[in-house]
């Protein structure tokens, strides 16, 4: 009989997917709208750009404000653990996430144009993923101490950890390679020809150091953490169709058809991959302070926690997937008409 623990874990770690997705979508378009800005190519693709982000900006960040209440609900101990030692890198992304919120304000108001403002967007696109990052890495053991009750967080041993840096390395190259593959998709709904080309070379340039960056972390982590390694060797076929689903996605891209396709075939390799490297991860949350089964809440809190979210999940994907049709893909909105 699977545990509430496994239940609520594994609806959390979907929403931590979800979250994956969309905002990667989000930060990777803010980084190609300042970029196109510098090579003087922003009127190539800002406008769709400008077209996605308008319905969807709001709704981003829910899937992580689940995760993060669900993670603190279901196993308290993690804000003791991560409250700590994240206390500065959090406190970053918390910075970087208003300034990022204060451009979609700006931008309401007509400052659009502002290129010290578009600057500032770009730049979170790449900082925000960087130093939320971290979380992962600090999970797989060696970065924090806990003396005399109190925790903190070896940032010496962080910042001279080559599995820290790929990690960041890897966050950053995997955001850029999912937005630029859905924004040619959405290119390509919208039948705009010289976006799709500039946001399909985006997509095609991006797919190389992301792969790269993924196999480095897999050797750093197999340095770091050999049991991890191991489980993660044990789910060879997860990792088989994580590299399947991108070879799928790179032939279409290449050959420059079904970029609907595509794109869920990139959706489909991060599946795959997020999911064998949770499942590796198991039975520990935070190496070695905190293992699912004993940092879990109560039983009968965590049975309500898995049913609240669970019926948190019915509810957020049908909405996203109504803000979608109404309009990403309604034919007149994605081509501007409306």
């Not at 850029?176 to 500039?198: H, N, V």
């Not at 049975?303 to 109504?322: E, K, M």
Request: glycine share 8%; proline share 3%; hydrophobic share 55%.
């Amino acid at each position: 009989m699977i545990s509430y623990e496994l239940i609520g874990i594994s609806v959390l770690w979907i929403f931590l997917y979800g979250y994956l997705i969309v905002a990667s979508v989000d930060f990777g378009a803010g980084f190609f709208a300042y970029y196109a800005r510098v090579t003087k190519q922003d009127h190539l693709i800002n406008r769709l750009i400008s077209r996605y982000l308008s319905p969807v900006w709001e709704i981003t960040n829910v899937f992580f404000v689940f995760f993060f209440v669900g993670i603190v609900g279901f196993f308290p101990d993690t804000a003791y653990y991560y409250g700590s030692a994240l206390l500065i890198p959090g406190s970053i992304a918390i910075v970087l996430l208003a300034i990022r919120g204060s451009f979609y304000a700006f931008e309401n108001y007509g400052s659009k144009d502002n290129t010290l403002y578009l600057f500032l967007y770009g730049a979170t696109g790449l900082l925000i993923p960087a130093s939320l990052s971290v979380a992962l890495t600090l999970s797989e053991g060696g970065f924090i101490v806990e003396e005399n009750g109190r925790v903190a967080l070896e940032y010496l041993t962080l910042f001279t950890s080559p599995l820290s840096w790929s990690i960041v390395g890897l966050a950053i190259v995997s955001v850029l390679f999912i937005s630029a593959t859905f924004l040619t998709f959405y290119a390509s709904r919208a039948d705009d020809q010289p976006a799709l080309k500039l946001l399909r070379s985006y997509a095609m340039f991006w797919s190389t150091p992301t792969i790269i960056a993924g196999l480095t972390t897999f050797i750093y982590l197999s340095q770091h953490n050999e049991r991890h390694f191991q489980n993660m060797m044990e789910l060879w076929w997860l990792l088989g169709l994580s590299v399947a689903f991108f070879m799928l996605a790179m032939w279409l891209l290449y050959t420059g058809r079904r970029y609907g396709l595509a794109f869920i075939s990139v959706m489909l390799q991060f599946f795959c991959a997020f999911f064998a490297y949770g499942i590796g991860h198991y039975p520990y949350i935070l190496d070695p302070y905190i293992t699912i089964q004993e940092g879990a809440t109560p039983e009968a809190m965590g049975i309500a926690l898995v049913v609240a979210f669970i019926g948190g999940l019915c509810l957020l994907i049908p909405s996203l997937g109504l803000v979608f049709k109404l309009f990403l893909f309604d034919a007149d909105y994605v081509k501007g008409k409306k």
